[in-house]
Nanobody
Framework: QVQLVESGGGLVQAGGSLRLSCAVS????????MAWFRQAPGQERELVAR???????YIVNLVKDRFTISRDNARNTVYLQMSSLKREDTAVYYC????????????WGQGTQVTVSS
């Protein structure tokens, strides 16, 4: 059974940085396109960044100058490095795994809260 466990969220001041981690168990990370989504209160869940097994990445324009996504296949872990955080980055961040290059996501983590204070 595939499990995704996020960690690294917390409270940070505006302008600060956080690194989220997503540990994958049950299957090799090589099998998946991985992504980070976020959901702010009262809003729909939105894609933040995606990384394919090849290492190619996509980051939404809203955060592409501040966030990076990476993967360590040896550790079966995906990361989201967030810097210059803004209050509007406050959300629950979810890790997700896709078996079809990101067309749909088969497995989800439980989410980790990121709160950015002014």
């Amino acid at each position: 059974q595939v499990q995704l466990v996020e960690s690294g969220g917390g409270l940070v001041q505006a302008g600060g940085s956080l690194r989220l981690s997503c540990a994958v168990s049950g299957r090799s990370l090589n099998m998946f396109t991985m992504a980070w989504f976020r959901q702010a209160p009262g809003q729909e869940r939105e894609l933040v960044a995606r990384i394919r097994a090849t290492g190619s990445t996509y980051i939404v324009n809203l955060v592409k100058d501040r966030f990076t996504i990476s993967r360590d296949n040896a550790r079966n872990t995906v990361y989201l490095q967030m810097s210059s955080l803004k209050r509007e980055d406050t959300a629950v961040y979810y890790c997700a795994a896709s078996m079809d290059l990101g067309i749909s996501y088969n497995f989800w983590g439980q989410g980790t809260q990121v709160t950015v204070s002014s």
